[in-house]
């Protein structure tokens, strides 16, 4: 495989070295071929990953989610800025809704992150949701190996905003941040209870100007409210805080928090334990995206998908029915 030639002329060998220099197009090309639905380039990505392995899993991987119009972007941009300041490289893989209609996506995250897109030592990758549910492309995991191999160490993951399945995020990187806003009306009706159990943290953002007091009394309701849950893991109970990303305030004492979390998680354990449990929820994903490919390559379910899908939907016949008969025509 290492001498199969990639769409842009490239070994997957070379393309693993490019990669691991670091080389800003290589990454790019990188992640478009992971993107690929083409079984060739869904083959060779496969293969440019296993390569890549042995350098991956250093980099510390923050998702953050939030309601739209909470300012997640220029969240992001102000902290991802303070983090290059600092020394470190940043990745941000911003996940763009898709229209399930036309399929088409905004994929305008670096005109809101304008100074960090402008940085060399950050990098921001756009790429559409496909209609998966929770706002996170099915190559996210992939792409955050690639961005490690890359020498970045410190992955941002932007979601979508507060869903039901938030918990695919939350399985997939280390820090969870859940970025809320004050003033709203009844600020805990804005979030659900599963949310706040996977939290590892809550901001309530744009606590500046007249919406301090607001912010700060948003803030004694959540952190009561998480008292009422059972935390999510033994050695660490979800900080709320009050920040302001357009004003710089908080984002300090936020990645603070980011970094203590990490420490207490190391001295038990439960952050290893943790990367290996994503590791094997990486699989099992994969697994489930293999199976449906080789469904839908099946030519007599190809044929009668139509047909069931048209009886399913005028009540003809039962879903249950329709499952069994397409595992049957699988020979299963």
Known sequence: MALTLTANGRTINEMADGVRA??????????????????????????????LLPAKGTAL????????????STTIDQLGMNLVDAGHK?????????SRRTGGSILGDKTR???????????????PTSGTLGGVTRKTRETMALCEAAGFDVIIVETVGVGQ????????????????????????????????????????????????????RAASEYQAALGIFTPRDATWFPPVLTISGLDNTGLEKLWANVLDHRDKMSA???????????AVEWMRDMLQDRLMAVLRANPKVAARMPQL???????KLLPTLAVDEVLQMMGL
């Open 90 to 98: 940043v990745a941000v893989l911003a996940v763009d809704p898709t």
């Open 309 to 315: 899908e048209a009886e399913v939907r005028d009540g």
């Open 61 to 72: 991987r923050l998702g953050i989610t939030g309601v739209p119009g909470v300012g997640k």
């Open 268 to 278: 038990t354990g439960e952050y290893q334990a943790r990367r290996k449990r994503q």
């Open 113 to 127: 992150m304008n100074r960090l897109a402008q940085t060399p030592n950050a990098f921001i990758r756009p790429s």
């Open 165 to 216: 399945s938030e918990t695919a995020v939350a399985d997939m990187v280390d820090f969870f941040l859940v970025l809320l806003l004050a003033g709203g009306g009844d600020d805990l009706q804005g979030i659900k209870k599963g949310v706040i159990e996977i939290a590892d943290m809550i901001a309530i953002n744009k606590a500046d100007g007249d919406n301090v007091t607001r912010a700060g």
């Open 22 to 51: 670091g080389e800003r197009a290589t990454l790019a090309r990188a992640i478009t071929l992971v993107e690929s639905t083409k079984a060739e380039h869904q083959s060779q990505a496969q293969a440019l990953l296993q390569a």
